[in-house]
């Protein structure tokens, strides 16, 4: 490369210099700038360099130089992440089960590249999280491509959807793809879920991501728009626990006031709760949920601080299920 076509290149690899070896309180000199070029062939003079870094300020990627005694030093001080939030990042990426280790570890590399060399080293510290259980592929990545292609296309998506054998195996119960409308995509309790619209009884429906396979775009346009015109998916989250599916009700509670915060924390503001004044160490709490026998789960697991008032068919179920349990143990 001919040395007037090289010097073209300056800005280019100053901003790299930058973004790697400077943050807020880490600086470079002029010597280490004229060196780092010459390590790239290019040999410049200070006036070059003070007229690469005009450039760079003028297109907004800001080079700050700070006099000190015998010159100045130079920095780029704002990061487009804060090393607070490249850890939060990459902790992310570590604790997710639906990446393998291979992938986490070069996700995290990304995220790295993305600070400096400073940020960096802190941040392997959260590399050890990698040695968490994680699923057998990648291929909730790519389906989460097809799903949002398909959602931006306003087209209906097919795919195979499988369950656990007891060999340990993902297979499909029916052979059969199944076809359904996409609308939204939540992670819940580090699982991806499709939310979408379709099915034998056209109605709300949510897959686990990762049990997805074989996902394709296709002609149909979307149906159930109406639904989800008005459509909460956080309301919806929380209603749903585990995302197991079933009726919706508005479920009343008797609860013990030392597991008010459980059923904040569940649901937020919108948990209807007054106080018993009949038993002052009690709560009525109301709920939307959908009744399913995880939510029962749940209000088994809070044992005798928790009594369901109504209405009686949820009482009746839950009754149900707690008999045919407990069935399995008569001796």
């Not at 793809?177 to 699982?191: G, I, K, N």
Request: proline share 3%; glycine share 6%; no cysteine.
């Amino acid at each position: 490369m001919e040395k007037s076509e090289s010097k073209k290149l300056i800005p280019l690899y100053l901003e790299r210099l930058f973004l790697e070896e400077t943050d807020e309180t880490h600086y470079i000199r002029m010597p280490q700038i004229l060196s780092f070029l010459e390590t790239k062939g290019i040999y410049a003079d200070r006036r070059t360099i003070y007229a690469a870094v005009s450039l760079l300020n003028t297109i907004g990627f800001e080079i700050v130089g700070v006099q000190e005694k015998g010159g100045y030093k130079y920095h780029h001080p704002s990061k487009l992440f804060r090393a607070s939030e490249l850890k939060f990042l990459v902790d992310s990426v570590a604790a997710s089960k639906f990446l393998t280790e291979k992938k986490s570890k070069e996700l995290i590399n990304k995220i790295k590249s993305l600070g400096s060399k400073f940020d960096g080293q802190s941040l392997n510290r959260s590399v050890l999280l990698n040695k968490r259980i994680k699923s057998m592929n990648d291929k909730v990545l790519r389906n989460l491509d097809h799903i949002y292609a398909a959602i931006a296309a306003d087209r209906q998506i097919a795919f195979q959807y499988l369950h656990w054998n007891p060999q340990r195996k993902l297979v499909s119960k029916t052979g059969k793809p199944y076809v359904t409308s996409p609308y939204a995509v939540t992670l819940v309790d580090d699982r991806y879920y499709l939310i979408a619209f379709g099915g034998s009884r056209q109605e709300l429906r949510h897959y686990r991501i990762d049990k997805m396979q074989s996902v394709k775009p296709i002609d149909g346009k979307r149906e159930g728009r109406s639904l989800f015109q008005s459509f909460d998916i956080v309301d919806y989250s929380r209603k749903t626990f585990g995302m197991f599916g079933g009726k919706e009700e508005t479920v009343r509670l008797e609860v013990k006031n030392d597991l008010a915060g459980v059923f904040i924390d569940r649901f937020g503001e919108s948990a209807g709760i007054r106080p018993n004044f009949k038993t002052p160490d009690t709560f009525f709490a109301r709920i939307t949920v959908h009744v399913s026998p995880q939510f029962f789960a749940w209000v088994f697991g809070l044992g005798e601080g928790v009594k369901i008032l109504s209405p009686e068919t949820v009482i009746d179920e839950y009754q149900k299920m707690i008999e045919k349990v407990l069935g399995r143990y008569v001796r």
